[in-house]
């Protein structure tokens, strides 16, 4: 038997002006997009930001559904907005923020898997950049820290 290990790398900033001036742009556009968030179920309010390899940012909000199996994540959201308006341009940063919490909420496991078929998809990381509605902020260089051997259409 062999035992391996699985580690997370990723950096705290305390602040927003702490962030590098790309992040922090993006950040505080997901902070505006939770007006965008239909959250009358849970009352948690979700938004994100994605930017593009052109320098696009597109925004999404999460919407919710009485049946909330057809609910639809923030993150998931703003990246298909974003392939819609800008179809094959890859996306380099995500910034995903709650309204609720101290801690960030990091993406859901459906969301971790539509990352990562980006990051798939155009070969490259995709930063994550997470925040609650203040507090610390999470930043990743890469979904592959949250979601370790992803599966990935090499399987297929």
Do not use: W
């Not at 009485?66 to 179809?87: D, K, M, N």
């Not at 859901?108 to 998809?121: D, L, M, N, T």
């Amino acid at each position: 038997m062999q035992e391996h290990r699985l580690e997370a790398t990723y950096q705290i900033y305390q602040n927003a002006s702490a962030l590098p001036a790309q992040y922090s742009k993006l950040l505080a556009r997901a902070k505006t997009s939770l007006s965008h968030s239909y959250a009358p179920y849970s009352d948690f309010q979700v938004g994100a930001a994605v930017r593009l390899t052109n320098e696009a940012i597109v925004a999404g909000g999460n919407q919710e559904n009485a049946s909330y199996p057809l609910c639809l994540c923030a993150e998931r959201v703003a990246l298909a907005a974003a392939a819609s308006q800008h179809p094959g341009v890859a996306p380099v940063a995500l910034a995903v923020t709650t309204r609720k919490g101290e801690n960030p909420a990091t993406p859901c496991g459906a969301c971790r898997q539509v990352i990562a078929e980006y990051e798939f998809r155009f070969k490259q990381p995709i930063a994550l950049i997470l925040q609650a509605s203040d507090g610390p902020i999470y930043v990743f260089d890469s979904i592959e820290p949250l979601l370790p051997m992803a599966f990935d259409g090499t399987f297929l």
